[in-house]
């Protein structure tokens, strides 16, 4: 397998803060993309709640205050189920169109990132240029990455089938053993999470593919895993400068009453736009000596 030379993480970092200066209407797409998935998002679920809550409510007022006994639960089921299952279409609904808003604007910003990284300047015009021609493809490429990480849901399974049996009596049980089973189903967890990173990791560059080279999503999830392969180090590296980047900026949110508004802020205006920029001149600086090396060999 090929080394292919890649631009150094110092210089990836200290040019693409110089890029996102001179470029700082690249945070607008995740502006439009936070405020449009949050309104469509409480549209649809509140709309949903809202339309299933009439169908819940005259049941209980037609009911006596001593009536309210385990005994009615079986004669309100039904009409709870059906309001629940409305409103879990709308959420599995809201999640699609908010992923495919988050699709055409995050395609929008890595197109604009290119053309800052390349030309200098980006603006609006290349959002929407990269947008509607990649939106579609970058959905795919998220729903493929969101299954391969959803297979890490197998590490809780022996952890849940150990204390599905003890829960009735985890009361009655010995400290020891309750220790055990809290310490079986922490591990679980754990490797799920260990599992995710590590998926976050592999395929943190498909996306880039996608857009960068204007390829589909599985081209582009093949792209990004084999330039992964070939850069592991340099991956790494910027990966775990923006994941403790994301974690500072997300420490932010425990301030009381405005944290979550200086939180979402700082994601929104700095780094979701800057780590977009450090990511596409990566890629960038990864596809270059490839093409190169590949046209030697050809």
């Not at 592991?232 to 990966?239: I, T």
Request: charge should be neutral.
């Amino acid at each position: 397998m090929i080394e292919i030379m890649v631009e150094e993480t110092s210089s990836v970092i200290g040019k693409g803060f110089e890029t996102w200066k001179q470029n700082l209407s690249i945070c607008l797409p995740f502006v439009f993309s936070t405020v449009l998935t949050s309104v469509v998002g409480i549209i649809i679920i509140g709309g949903a709640i809202l339309a299933a809550i009439p169908s819940v409510v005259p049941l209980f007022t037609k009911l006596d205050e001593k009536c309210y006994t385990p005994d009615v639960i079986p004669l309100l089921l039904p009409h709870i189920l059906q309001s629940a299952g409305i409103i879990i279409i709308a959420i599995i609904a809201a999640i699609i169109i908010c992923m495919l808003i988050n699709a055409f604007f995050s395609a929008g910003a890595i197109g604009m990132a290119k053309e800052a990284t390349e030309t200098g300047r980006a603006n609006i015009a290349h959002m929407t240029e990269y947008g509607k021609r990649k939106f579609i493809s970058l959905f795919v490429t998220d729903v493929i990455i969101g299954l391969i990480s959803f297979v890490g849901l197998v590490f809780l399974v022996p952890s849940i089938l150990y204390i599905i049996p003890k829960l009735s009596v985890l009361s009655v049980l010995p400290p020891e053993e309750v220790i055990t089973t809290v310490a079986v189903f922490g591990l679980g967890v754990l490797a799920m999470i260990v599992y995710t990173l590590i998926i976050s990791i592999i395929f943190a560059l498909p996306r880039y593919s996608v857009v960068i080279d204007d390829v589909g999503a599985i081209q582009g999830v093949k792209n990004g895993f084999g330039f992964f392969m070939r850069n592991k180090v340099a991956v790494f590296l910027l990966w775990l400068i923006t994941f403790v980047l994301f974690i500072i900026s997300a420490a932010f949110g425990a301030i009381e009453n405005i944290g979550w508004l200086i939180s979402t802020i700082i994601f929104v205006i700095v780094i979701y736009p800057l780590t977009t920029i450090w990511w596409s001149r990566l890629y960038l600086s990864m596809v270059k000596p490839a093409e190169e090396e590949q046209n030697k060999i050809n």
